[in-house]
């Protein structure tokens, strides 16, 4: 697909154009149960869910510094920064030297954080175990795939326009 002109693509394909629609409705669904079901489970833990997203980022890749979060994350800097505030208050992350760049800063979650992001994430797989038990292995191990693989295009497309919302020529 031409990146550049998208319409024309679906408007030559009913099938496609159905599909994408069903789809994107599906997506809809399912995101906006899992945020309230993560909303709610989250702030049990004393944490908001941006927090949440942050520490997992931090206790799955390790140190990195704001501006790499903050890329992660898909929230500018100053955004970030207050989410980091947040952690760090809370004693679930710290700002360290940068061992390369005086200017900077690493930021990692500590024992604290790393042990809170553990019980979240086994609470929400703990729910997810029993979500997908009645799927064959084959149905859950393709969803995992596709949805990987649709995460993949999603974070291209972001990156390729800069995250700007105007694509439309």
Known sequence: MDSASPLPV?????????????????????????????????CCF???VSQCYALEGLVRRGSMTLNELAAYLYLDKSTASRIVDALERKGYAAR???PKDRRAS??????????LEGKIRESI????RELLADFTP????????????????????????????????
């Open 138 to 169: 084959e149905v859950r191990q393709a969803m995992t795939q596709v949805l990987r693989r649709l995460a993949r295009a999603a974070a291209a497309s972001v990156e390729a326009t800069g995250g700007s919302c105007c694509r439309i020529s």
């Open 106 to 115: 690493l930021l990692e979650a500590t024992p604290e954080g790393r042990a």
């Open 125 to 128: 797989l703990a729910e997810e």
């Open 10 to 42: 679906l408007a030559s394909d009913p099938a496609l154009a159905r599909d994408t629609e069903e789809l994107y409705d599906a997506l809809e669904d399912l995101l906006r149960v899992y945020q309230f079901r993560d909303r709610d489970r989250i």
């Open 46 to 48: 004393d944490v908001s």
């Open 96 to 98: 360290l030297p940068h």
